[in-house]
């Protein structure tokens, strides 16, 4: 299984580049999309989801030309989108029966059978007589994946699926989502760092509609091991020192001093010590990396 | 704050395109309905002839006003949207904590809105003003252009209206959120209309029909209702309490309905909503947290084929259709339209107060145009909110990813809108079974209601279902889109205006279909079924258009969707629409080539220039000299299975002039035919146009010789399509007007501002009757007197054929029923075949045979329809002459054939709707028992009419309808008693002033009448009947008996309503010859009114009552302005200091009744009189004061409404 994007541009009318001549490939397993707010991850994702076409580029998955080919795509995707709405006065139960429906089971016994199985691995079992319109934002969160899975996809897309769930839906959200990576390809965007190093066997950070780099996590903090130095600053010294080392993240203490953390081959000075690579500190220096260098 | 939200919403209005659209729309559909009832397409239409000024103050107001039933439709995405899009862009949530009052705020969502929303109806004001003047339009038919008129509706109405409609909608879509039940709200409110407008058919309700009509319309009708074409044209609208009333009313309805929406009000986040269910509140706990299960989804077959997705299409159309049926709007209207319904059965369908009994094709009537608006309107309304459903719930992106195909979503949208239809329906199958219940009527073909709702009507539906999705798929915005159809659907009826007539070009449009017990659909439902077929194919092709266009993923633009809709056109997509495009043209193209090439079909205005060159090419034969058919020998053989008929005949016919006659005109029609004289001829000319053929005879027919035709016709062959016979499989009336007639007889064009453009002289009608040339020929025909009959009509074996007199004979064979029939006395040249399945009812009137040949079930009225029949008879010989025939029969004729029954020598075919199935109740209260009423009348023309004929002049019929109504209300009176008579003169009267009031050419005075049915009906009966009280019924009967003797039978000069109208005045006497200056020479007019009436109890238990009262008549010229003068004798007036203006009266010395009226003991406490004598009258004001002994409770002028007068709910006052 293996999907292919070759370069693939999107420019909006407002004059957005979503999309910037990018290229992708992607195997079984779970894929991480990493990138800041507004860096052409939904609109990546929306393009193979057959939603939106782009100004230029292929994708194909498994032989399937997704672009040209969107029924063949569908029948084997499974998609959930950053935020999406449900129909009024409708049940859990009777609203997968709905998107059963859609997603081609045509037997009764076989939906009734799929319906109550996703509902029982998302955990929704026991309100699937509610209407989901009255679901709390994990429940309805899961209730995405319960449709999702419907059709046993193949290629399943969620989209910032974690954003805005407690830590306890999170877990179980990642759990599921693990679960049903293991045979298929998932692409996975999120801006949490967490979410790609808990669960990604492969990622790729994207910034302005490009792919800054693509590397699975582990490789990711061994590549930069013992080049991440940290020290507590005064708030005053902050400004400084960004002036003069690679500051990647500063935060606060409870003594409103700030650990910052510095990107460099060599100890930059006798304050700071060496620390174990995050993720955090890749996706930083990823996006650093590609700033534009400010006059 | 309130003017930066004001100033806000007015600059985000002023950047819509929205805003730009509707105005542009709204000023257009204006201006071109002003320019076309102003004849701007004349060139290409038929003239657009009127005697009314259409901007005119009244027609302003009634097109302004009318045109903004389209603004209506606007206003929840106007008015309604204004607050609700803060919900909508969530910006709520912000906006209500910032420091502003509620108030403030509302005050200008609300206000900027409006004032949208009248910037728009302004738009429209200005579409008419330029629409009327535009190059092009009917001079004749426009008058000067008068602001004040535009001011005073768009000041007293449009703005009120806007308000009021505008402030519930508001308040509505505010409180729900939802556009929708805004919408709803407004068609709601025309339903109040609608009931509104369903009450002015009785008199009685106009004043609380003017009161609750939230538009303010039947409140102006209240005063000008019975306005003449004159005052139409001239008058400002008035400004009378009633409207008054009216706008206060509405206008604190509206006050009141926002004051409500401010206090309710509050900047919560939530809106309301209603639960009948008490929810039980319940402690949620979370629990089983990150536990992790394996994941083994059942093994399930997904299947994509065609036959799934076909399946797929019809479980999802569940969900959508739950959605339509749990929904507030179609709730509502699903409950208000049964209400409809059941009122509609309650009051409507009564003739005189009388009701028929509930058929089933009565009750399939009762839904009517209103209901079909309704389902059409949910049509609309649901096909957007399903398209967009998805999308507006933000669940698009979750369904577009999946594997169903584009048709299948399409499909169940469709399927879903269906079912949403089908149970519209069943509401008027319920409605209808449910008032047959009440009724105690147990007949419930419920047959018949599925086969025309479910077959004929559903699929009218379906198509439009079709529309809607195609439109609502290419716009956005489902109100938009909303809006778009309805213009569609109201604009397709005035397609015609601009010349396009036929039904194929006209979206879902198709030849109606019609019901009759006897004679079912017969055959008018083929070529309805045609023509949905065709449009069914066309909507198959929108619905296609609409597939391609459909929206999958995020919006596009235009362009995009163009593209991908290419895309898209292909495989099977592309087979399947040119397969149905070219069943479409197919269909179509045969439709076509039925109606314009195997048949000729005229457009209006190509009708219009036959008439003009008819009369040009053959007018001057209209006084050709002509043998007269004297002896007429038919034979008429009917094939109901078949629906065919041939005929032969033979006319001899004698010159009864003093000179020779060498050419015979021939006037025939287009059944194929042939004709024969017994005598050398040489056709001259032949017209397969007007189907008028001219011979000339080798050898000239002197004076008193005699020339016999021989003609056959039959019917050309039926189609599939159309009917070429007037037979039907049962039922069948043909009457004689189907053979041949010899001379001219043309009416042509009658409107003389269309003549004068085509160079034709002035059309003035008939004759007078004073002109004594014009006095040779009966009304009824010109090529005739008298004549001999007899006829031989078959028909097949299970019917009865039936023609004018005696039977001779009746032979069945080979499948087929023979009978001959003969008449013994002279009649007029006037004669029907009926044939039927009929059941037979015999009785006798002294030695006359007496028979009613009806359909089986219709038995309800026979016995009264009997006694009508005998009580005319004796009426009519005893007052007038014997009868001259042995024999009366009443014969049955569907609906479908007419509302009528018309007599033929003892001989009345009488159609199934008016008589046979009324539901007479007998008590005081009752209506009138029509068919009773109808049969006597049309007996009586046995006299008037079949003895008595009038020359072919003006007032001719007075002789024989009006006489014949009023042997009608005499031998209601002599049955029934005075008291029943009130509602019936009433009806008559009410009747008489509405129908004069659409008069097109002129109203004449009953003597000169030119034959409209107001006139010789409606007042003809008034007229008589008021004679009959001022001189006597005996002295009347007697002076028309004399008439009688003298003129029945006679031969050419034949007689007029003059010649009458001198028997009359012979026994009136001199101080009430007015009378018949007033009732048959003019049009005259009384206002009698009660001004103010007391009653004091006296001493001596005796009671006083003092009357005041007014009495004025004024006289209307042929066009309906009033004058006050007669012959130079100054007209009176009277005026008090309240009065604005004076009251004009033409001079008086008139007879007046007054009456006083008390109750009786019994239990029903029954009115009686106290006092009732005519008094003389010379002044306007008259002051009364009468002594009585009983207690008096109510006081009256002219308290039966004997007299025409324009208001006639104020001559009597309670006490």
């Given at each position: 299984?293996?999907?292919?994007i070759?370069?693939?541009?999107?420019?909006?009318?407002?004059?957005?580049?979503?999309?910037?001549?990018?290229?992708?490939?992607?195997?079984?397993?779970?894929?991480?999309?990493?990138?800041?707010?507004?860096?052409?991850?939904?609109?990546?994702?929306?393009?193979?989801?057959?939603?939106?076409?782009?100004?230029?580029?292929?994708?194909?998955?498994?032989?399937?030309?997704?672009?040209?080919?969107?029924?063949?795509?569908?029948?084997?995707?499974?998609?959930?989108?950053?935020?999406?709405?449900?129909?009024?006065?409708?049940?859990?139960?009777?609203?997968?029966?709905?998107?059963?429906?859609?997603?081609?089971?045509?037997?009764?016994?076989?939906?009734?059978?799929?319906v109550?199985?996703?509902l029982?691995?998302?955990?929704?079992?026991?309100?699937?007589?509610?209407?989901?319109?009255?679901?709390?934002?994990?429940?309805?969160?899961?209730?995405?994946?319960?449709?999702?899975?419907?059709?046993?996809?193949?290629?399943?897309?969620?989209?910032?699926?974690?954003?805005?769930?407690?830590?306890?839906?999170?877990?179980?959200f990642?759990?599921?989502?693990?679960?049903?990576?293991?045979?298929?390809?998932?692409?996975?965007?999120?801006?949490?760092?967490?979410?790609?190093?808990?669960?990604?066997?492969?990622?790729?950070?994207?910034?302005?509609?490009?792919?800054?780099?693509?590397?699975?996590?582990?490789?990711?903090?061994?590549?930069?091991?013992?080049?991440?130095?940290?020290?507590?600053?005064?708030?005053?010294?902050?400004?400084a020192?960004?002036?003069?080392?690679?500051?990647?993240?500063?935060?606060?203490n409870?003594?409103?001093s700030?650990?910052?953390?510095?990107?460099?081959?060599?100890?930059?000075?006798?304050?700071?010590?060496?620390?174990?690579?995050?993720?955090?500190?890749?996706?930083?220096?990823?996006?650093?990396?590609d700033?534009?260098?400010?006059? | 704050?309130?003017?930066?939200?004001?100033?806000?919403e007015?600059?985000?209005?002023?950047k819509?395109?929205?805003?730009?659209?509707?105005?542009?729309?709204?000023?257009s559909?204006?201006?071109?309905?002003?320019?076309?009832?102003?004849?701007?397409?004349?060139?290409?239409?038929?003239?657009?002839?009127?005697?009314?000024?259409?901007?005119?103050?009244?027609?302003?107001?009634?097109?302004?006003?009318?045109?903004t039933?389209?603004?209506l439709?606007?206003?929840?995405?106007?008015?309604?949207?204004?607050?609700?899009?803060?919900?909508k862009?969530?910006?709520?949530?912000?906006?209500?904590?910032?420091?502003?009052?509620?108030?403030?705020?509302?005050?200008?969502?609300?206000?900027?809105?409006?004032?949208?929303?009248?910037?728009?109806?302004?738009?429209?004001?200005?579409?008419?003003?330029?629409?009327?003047?535009?190059?092009?339009?009917?001079?004749?038919?426009?008058?000067?252009?008068?602001?004040?008129?535009?001011?005073?509706?768009?000041?007293v109405?449009?703005?009120?209206?806007?308000?009021?409609?505008?402030?519930?909608?508001?308040?509505?879509?505010t409180?729900?959120?939802?556009?929708?039940?805004?919408?709803?709200?407004?068609?709601?409110?025309?339903?109040?209309?609608?009931i509104?407008?369903?009450?002015?058919?009785?008199?009685?309700?106009?004043?609380?029909?003017?009161?609750?009509?939230?538009?303010?319309?039947?409140?102006?009708?209240?005063?000008?209702?019975y306005?003449?074409?004159?005052?139409?044209?001239?008058t400002?609208?008035p400004?009378?309490?009633?409207?008054?009333?009216?706008?206060?009313?509405?206008?604190?309805?509206?006050?009141?309905?926002?004051?409500?929406?401010?206090?309710?009000?509050?900047?919560?986040?939530?809106?309301?909503?209603?639960?009948?269910?008490?929810?039980?509140g319940?402690?949620?706990?979370?629990?089983?947290?990150?536990?992790?299960?394996r994941?083994?989804?059942?093994?399930?077959?997904?299947?994509?084929?065609?036959k799934?997705?076909?399946?797929?299409?019809?479980?999802?159309?569940?969900?959508?259709?739950?959605?339509?049926?749990?929904?507030?709007?179609?709730?509502?209207?699903?409950?208000?339209?049964?209400?409809?319904?059941?009122?509609m059965?309650?009051?409507?369908?009564?003739?005189?107060?009388?009701?028929?009994?509930?058929?089933?094709?009565?009750?399939?009537?009762?839904?009517?145009?209103?209901?079909?608006l309704?389902?059409?309107?949910?049509?609309?309304?649901?096909?957007?909110?399903?398209?967009?459903?998805?999308?507006?719930?933000?669940?698009?992106q979750?369904?577009?990813?999946?594997?169903?195909?584009?048709?299948?979503?399409?499909?169940?949208?469709?399927?879903?809108?269906?079912?949403?239809?089908?149970?519209?329906?069943?509401?008027?199958?319920?409605?209808?079974?449910?008032?047959?219940?009440?009724?105690?009527?147990?007949?419930?073909?419920?047959?018949?209601?599925?086969?025309?709702?479910?077959?004929?009507?559903?699929?009218?539906?379906?198509?439009?279902?079709?529309?809607?999705?195609?439109?609502?798929?290419?716009?956005?915005?489902?109100?938009?889109?909303?809006?778009?159809?309805?213009?569609?659907?109201?604009?397709?009826?005035?397609?015609?205006?601009?010349?396009?007539?036929?039904?194929?070009?006209?979206?879902?449009?198709?030849?109606?279909y019609?019901?009759?017990?006897?004679?079912?659909?017969?055959?008018?439902?083929?070529?309805?079924?045609?023509?949905?077929?065709?449009?069914?194919?066309?909507?198959?092709?929108?619905?296609?258009?609409?597939?391609?266009?459909?929206v999958?993923?995020?919006?596009?633009?235009?362009?995009?969707?163009?593209?991908?809709?290419?895309?898209?056109?292909?495989?099977?997509?592309?087979?399947?629409?040119f397969?149905?495009?070219?069943?479409f043209?197919?269909?179509?193209?045969?439709?076509?080539?039925?109606?314009?090439?195997?048949?000729?079909?005229?457009?209006?205005?190509?009708?219009?220039?036959?008439?003009?060159?008819?009369?040009?090419?053959y007018?001057?034969?209209?006084?050709?000299?002509?043998?007269?058919?004297?002896?007429?020998?038919v034979?008429?053989?009917?094939?109901?299975?078949?629906?065919?008929?041939?005929?032969?005949?033979?006319?001899?016919m004698?010159?009864?002039?003093?000179?020779?006659?060498?050419?015979?005109?021939?006037?025939?029609n287009?059944?194929?035919?042939?004709?024969?004289?017994?005598r050398?001829n040489v056709?001259?000319?032949?017209?397969?146009?007007?189907?008028?053929?001219?011979?000339?005879?080798?050898?000239?027919?002197?004076?008193?010789?005699?020339?016999?035709?021989?003609?056959?016709?039959?019917?050309?062959?039926?189609?599939?399509?159309?009917?070429?016979?007037?037979?039907?499989?049962?039922?069948?009336?043909?009457?004689?007007?189907?053979?041949?007639?010899?001379?001219?007889?043309?009416?042509?064009?009658?409107?003389?501002?269309?003549?004068?453009?085509y160079?034709?002289?002035?059309?003035?009608?008939k004759?007078?009757?004073?002109d004594s040339?014009?006095?040779?020929?009966?009304?009824?025909?010109?090529?005739?007197?008298?004549?001999?009959?007899?006829?031989?009509?078959?028909?097949?074996?299970?019917?009865?054929?039936?023609?004018?007199?005696y039977?001779?004979?009746?032979?069945?064979?080979?499948?087929?029923?023979y009978?001959?029939?003969?008449?013994?006395?002279?009649?007029?040249?006037?004669?029907?075949?009926?044939?039927?399945?009929?059941?037979?009812?015999r009785?006798?009137?002294?030695?006359?045979?007496?028979?009613?040949?009806?359909?089986?079930?219709?038995?309800?009225?026979?016995?009264s329809?009997?006694?009508?029949?005998?009580?005319?008879l004796?009426?009519?010989?005893?007052?007038?002459?014997?009868?001259?025939?042995?024999?009366?029969?009443?014969?049955?004729?569907?609906?479908?054939?007419?509302?009528f029954?018309?007599?033929?020598?003892?001989?009345?075919?009488?159609?199934?709707?008016?008589g046979?199935?009324?539901?007479?109740e007998?008590?005081?209260?009752?209506?009138?028992?029509?068919g009773f009423?109808?049969?006597?009348?049309?007996?009586?023309?046995?006299?008037?009419?079949?003895?008595?004929?009038?020359?072919?002049?003006?007032g001719?019929?007075?002789?024989?309808?009006?006489?014949?109504?009023?042997?009608?209300?005499?031998?209601?009176?002599?049955?029934?008693?005075?008291?029943?008579?009130?509602k019936?003169?009433?009806?008559?009267?009410?009747?008489?002033?509405?129908?004069?009031?659409?008069?097109?050419?002129?109203?004449?005075?009953?003597?000169?009448?030119?034959?409209?049915?107001?006139?010789?009906?409606?007042?003809?009966?008034?007229?008589?009947?008021?004679?009959?009280?001022?001189?006597?019924e005996?002295?009347?009967?007697?002076?028309?008996?004399?008439?009688?003797?003298?003129?029945?039978?006679?031969?050419?000069?034949?007689t007029?309503?003059l010649?009458?109208?001198?028997?009359?005045?012979?026994?009136?006497?001199?101080?009430?010859?007015?009378?018949?200056?007033?009732?048959?020479?003019?049009?005259?007019?009384?206002?009698?009114?009660?001004?103010?009436?007391?009653?004091?109890?006296?001493?001596?238990?005796k009671?006083?009552?003092d009357?005041?009262?007014?009495?004025?008549?004024?006289?209307?010229?042929?066009?309906?302005?009033?004058?006050?003068?007669?012959?130079?004798?100054?007209?009176?007036?009277?005026?008090?200091?309240?009065m604005?203006?004076?009251?004009y009266?033409?001079?008086?010395?008139?007879?007046?009744?007054?009456?006083?009226?008390?109750?009786?003991?019994?239990?029903?406490?029954?009115?009686?009189?106290?006092?009732?004598?005519?008094?003389?009258?010379?002044?306007?004001?008259?002051?009364?004061?009468?002594?009585?002994?009983?207690k008096?409770?109510?006081?009256?002028v002219?308290?039966?409404?004997?007299?025409?007068?324009t208001?006639?709910?104020?001559?009597r006052?309670?006490?």
């Amino acid at each position: 299984m293996q999907l292919t994007i070759k370069n693939l541009s999107k420019t909006y009318k407002n004059g957005v580049r979503a999309l910037d001549n990018l290229n992708l490939e992607i195997g079984t397993g779970m894929f991480g999309l990493l990138g800041p707010n507004g860096a052409g991850k939904s609109t990546l994702m929306r393009t193979i989801a057959t939603l939106q076409s782009p100004d230029t580029g292929t994708i194909t998955f498994n032989g399937i030309d997704v672009l040209k080919d969107q029924m063949s795509l569908r029948k084997i995707l499974g998609y959930l989108p950053q935020s999406f709405g449900v129909y009024p006065k409708m049940s859990a139960e009777e609203l997968l029966d709905y998107f059963a429906t859609l997603k081609g089971v045509s037997s009764k016994s076989d939906r009734e059978k799929l319906v109550k199985e996703v509902l029982e691995i998302t955990n929704l079992y026991e309100v699937r007589k509610k209407y989901v319109a009255g679901y709390s934002g994990g429940m309805k969160q899961r209730f995405g994946i319960a449709q999702l899975l419907l059709n046993s996809p193949k290629l399943i897309i969620v989209d910032e699926p974690t954003a805005g769930l407690d830590p306890a839906e999170r877990h179980r959200f990642l759990n599921v989502l693990r679960e049903v990576g293991t045979n298929c390809t998932v692409i996975f965007s999120t801006h949490i760092v967490e979410d790609v190093k808990e669960l990604c066997n492969e990622m790729a950070i994207v910034n302005g509609g490009r792919i800054l780099k693509q590397i699975t996590p582990i490789q990711a903090t061994k590549e930069i091991e013992g080049q991440l130095w940290s020290c507590r600053v005064e708030r005053d010294d902050l400004d400084a020192l960004e002036a003069k080392y690679n500051v990647l993240s500063s935060s606060y203490n409870q003594d409103n001093s700030l650990t910052v953390r510095v990107y460099a081959t060599d100890q930059p000075s006798g304050q700071f010590k060496s620390v174990e690579p995050q993720l955090d500190d890749v996706y930083f220096i990823a996006l650093k990396q590609d700033a534009p260098v400010e006059a | 704050m309130f003017s930066t939200i004001f100033k806000y919403e007015l600059n985000y209005w002023f950047k819509q395109p929205t805003f730009y659209i509707f105005a542009a729309i709204l000023f257009s559909i204006s201006c071109f309905m002003a320019a076309a009832t102003a004849g701007i397409f004349d060139s290409i239409t038929a003239s657009t002839g009127s005697a009314n000024m259409i901007n005119s103050p009244f027609g302003v107001h009634a097109m302004f006003s009318g045109m903004t039933i389209f603004m209506l439709f606007l206003l929840p995405s106007i008015i309604g949207a204004s607050v609700y899009r803060d919900y909508k862009s969530e910006m709520h949530t912000i906006l209500y904590s910032y420091p502003f009052t509620k108030g403030n705020y509302l005050m200008a969502k609300f206000l900027s809105s409006f004032l949208m929303v009248l910037i728009i109806v302004a738009f429209m004001g200005l579409g008419l003003i330029i629409g009327f003047r535009l190059p092009g339009t009917n001079a004749d038919i426009i008058t000067e252009f008068n602001a004040f008129a535009y001011i005073q509706t768009y000041l007293v109405y449009i703005i009120p209206n806007m308000f009021l409609f505008g402030s519930i909608v508001f308040g509505v879509v505010t409180f729900t959120r939802n556009i929708a039940a805004g919408f709803i709200t407004v068609v709601l409110l025309l339903f109040v209309q609608g009931i509104a407008e369903g009450m002015i058919g009785e008199v009685d309700n106009r004043f609380i029909a003017g009161l609750l009509d939230p538009f303010g319309s039947e409140a102006i009708g209240y005063y000008t209702q019975y306005w003449t074409v004159a005052e139409k044209n001239d008058t400002l609208l008035p400004i009378g309490s009633l409207i008054i009333y009216n706008r206060i009313l509405w206008m604190s309805i509206a006050v009141g309905f926002f004051t409500l929406v401010y206090k309710k009000f509050s900047f919560s986040q939530n809106a309301i909503t209603f639960s009948f269910r008490k929810v039980k509140g319940e402690r949620l706990i979370k629990h089983n947290f990150g536990g992790i299960t394996r994941i083994n989804l059942p093994k399930v077959r997904l299947d994509y084929s065609m036959k799934e997705q076909l399946k797929a299409a019809w479980r999802m159309s569940h969900a959508d259709f739950k959605y339509i049926v749990r929904s507030w709007p179609f709730i509502s209207i699903l409950i208000v339209g049964l209400i409809f319904i059941l009122l509609m059965a309650v009051t409507s369908g009564k003739l005189f107060g009388t009701s028929t009994y509930p058929v089933t094709w009565k009750m399939l009537l009762l839904p009517g145009g209103g209901f079909s608006l309704f389902i059409n309107l949910l049509t609309f309304l649901y096909a957007g909110m399903l398209v967009h459903r998805s999308r507006i719930f933000n669940i698009n992106q979750l369904i577009d990813t999946t594997a169903v195909k584009n048709w299948t979503l399409l499909l169940s949208k469709f399927i879903a809108l269906i079912k949403m239809q089908v149970i519209m329906l069943l509401v008027i199958v319920i409605a209808g079974v449910l008032f047959q219940v009440y009724k105690g009527y147990y007949n419930f073909e419920l047959d018949q209601y599925f086969y025309e709702l479910y077959v004929l009507k559903l699929v009218h539906f379906v198509i439009w279902a079709m529309m809607a999705l195609f439109i609502q798929s290419l716009v956005k915005n489902p109100y938009l889109g909303l809006f778009i159809l309805l213009v569609i659907s109201i604009g397709i009826q005035f397609v015609p205006f601009v010349g396009i007539e036929q039904a194929i070009f006209k979206y879902n449009d198709a030849p109606g279909y019609r019901y009759s017990d006897m004679n079912g659909y017969g055959g008018s439902e083929r070529p309805y079924l045609v023509y949905k077929l065709y449009w069914l194919l066309s909507g198959g092709l929108l619905l296609i258009l609409a597939g391609l266009f459909w929206v999958r993923g995020l919006p596009h633009s235009f362009k995009e969707r163009f593209s991908i809709a290419g895309t898209r056109f292909k495989g099977i997509t592309m087979v399947s629409f040119f397969g149905l495009m070219m069943a479409f043209f197919a269909v179509g193209g045969s439709i076509y080539y039925e109606n314009n090439v195997t048949n000729e079909r005229k457009s209006s205005k190509e009708r219009e220039l036959s008439q003009v060159t008819g009369e040009k090419k053959y007018k001057k034969y209209e006084h050709f000299l002509q043998p007269r058919i004297v002896d007429v020998n038919v034979s008429m053989d009917i094939f109901p299975k078949e629906r065919n008929f041939e005929a032969s005949g033979t006319y001899i016919m004698v010159n009864k002039t003093a000179q020779a006659i060498d050419t015979i005109l021939l006037d025939h029609n287009n059944y194929p035919s042939t004709f024969k004289f017994d005598r050398e001829n040489v056709l001259v000319s032949e017209d397969t146009v007007y189907n008028f053929d001219i011979y000339k005879l080798d050898k000239k027919l002197v004076p008193g010789d005699s020339i016999t035709l021989s003609f056959t016709i039959k019917n050309k062959e039926n189609t599939y399509m159309r009917k070429h016979s007037p037979v039907r499989s049962n039922g069948t009336f043909i009457n004689s007007s189907i053979f041949p007639s010899l001379g001219y007889f043309g009416g042509g064009l009658t409107d003389d501002k269309i003549r004068e453009k085509y160079d034709l002289p002035k059309n003035d009608l008939k004759p007078l009757p004073s002109d004594s040339t014009a006095l040779g020929n009966t009304y009824i025909a010109k090529d005739a007197d008298w004549i001999n009959f007899e006829a031989r009509v078959s028909t097949s074996e299970d019917q009865i054929a039936i023609a004018p007199g005696y039977l001779q004979s009746e032979v069945v064979k080979d499948g087929r029923r023979y009978f001959h029939y003969k008449m013994e006395d002279k009649i007029l040249n006037f004669y029907a075949f009926n044939s039927g399945r009929y059941e037979v009812k015999r009785d006798t009137w002294k030695d006359v045979k007496l028979e009613i040949y009806y359909h089986k079930g219709h038995e309800y009225n026979l016995e009264s329809m009997m006694d009508g029949m005998k009580a005319s008879l004796a009426y009519n010989s005893e007052n007038f002459s014997p009868y001259q025939h042995k024999q009366a029969r009443i014969i049955e004729f569907p609906r479908t054939g007419g509302g009528f029954a018309q007599s033929f020598p003892n001989t009345i075919p009488f159609s199934e709707g008016v008589g046979f199935i009324a539901d007479v109740e007998d008590d005081e209260a009752g209506g009138v028992d029509y068919g009773f009423a109808i049969t006597v009348h049309e007996m009586a023309h046995q006299w008037w009419a079949h003895q008595v004929i009038g020359a072919d002049v003006r007032g001719a019929t007075m002789l024989s309808e009006s006489l014949s109504e009023y042997v009608s209300l005499k031998v209601l009176e002599h049955e029934h008693g005075k008291s029943k008579m009130r509602k019936f003169l009433k009806k008559a009267l009410d009747d008489y002033l509405m129908r004069r009031t659409v008069e097109r050419k002129r109203e004449s005075a009953l003597a000169y009448n030119d034959g409209q049915g107001y006139i010789h009906y409606q007042k003809g009966s008034l007229v008589f009947y008021a004679l009959s009280d001022y001189i006597g019924e005996e002295t009347l009967n007697g002076a028309l008996k004399k008439y009688v003797e003298k003129v029945k039978f006679q031969k050419p000069p034949y007689t007029t309503s003059l010649e009458m109208i001198e028997y009359i005045t012979e026994v009136t006497p001199d101080s009430l010859q007015y009378v018949i200056q007033d009732m048959f020479e003019t049009i005259t007019l009384y206002k009698n009114r009660i001004v103010d009436a007391e009653v004091t109890e006296l001493d001596n238990g005796k009671w006083q009552v003092d009357i005041e009262f007014n009495v004025s008549k004024y006289r209307n010229n042929e066009k309906g302005r009033r004058f006050y003068s007669d012959n130079k004798v100054d007209s009176l007036s009277y005026k008090t200091e309240k009065m604005r203006k004076p009251i004009y009266s033409v001079p008086m010395k008139d007879y007046i009744e007054i009456g006083v009226f008390g109750e009786d003991d019994s239990d029903d406490k029954n009115e009686v009189e106290l006092y009732l004598k005519k008094l003389k009258i010379t002044e306007i004001n008259n002051k009364i004061t009468l002594i009585l002994d009983q207690k008096p409770l109510e006081v009256g002028v002219d308290p039966y409404n004997k007299l025409i007068d324009t208001d006639s709910n104020d001559n009597r006052r309670k006490l």
